[in-house]
Nanobody
Framework: QVQLVESGGGSVQAGGSLTLSCAAS????????TSWYRQAPGKEREFVSL???????SYADSVKGRFAISQDNAKNTVYLQMSSLKPEDTAMYYC?????????????????WGQGTQVTVSS
């Protein structure tokens, strides 16, 4: 199955910046899109951003204009550049890889999650 390792979280002051990384390994050819989600204590996990295999991106309204998702296919890594951070951005951030069946490949249709990386923004 796809394995995801996240890094780049930390603590910053409001207005600061962080870049998160999600490195994928094993069956990366099966990945159709990769998303970032976040979850704050006591709140539901919410969608943040998505990038598909063709580089098409989407963002939650709450982060549009401040966050940028990108990918380096050679490194099998997806990034989330975060700027103008706000205290309400504080959460555990998770990446999710969605796989689909692919003719000629041993791909299964499923979702795979990273371990999460903590982002804390102080006011």
């Amino acid at each position: 199955q796809v394995q995801l390792v996240e890094s780049g979280g930390g603590s910053v002051q409001a207005g600061g910046s962080l870049t998160l990384s999600c490195a994928a390994s094993k069956f990366t050819n099966c990945v159709y899109d990769t998303s970032w989600y976040r979850q704050a204590p006591g709140k539901e996990r919410e969608f943040v951003s998505l990038i598909d295999k063709d580089g098409i991106t989407s963002y939650a309204d709450s982060v549009k204009g401040r966050f940028a998702i990108s990918q380096d296919n050679a490194k099998n890594t997806v990034y989330l550049q975060m700027s103008s951070l706000k205290p309400e951005d504080t959460a555990m951030y998770y990446c999710k890889a969605a796989t689909k069946r692919r003719w000629g490949w041993y791909c299964r249709e499923d979702n795979y999650w990273g371990q999460g990386t903590q982002v804390t923004v102080s006011s």
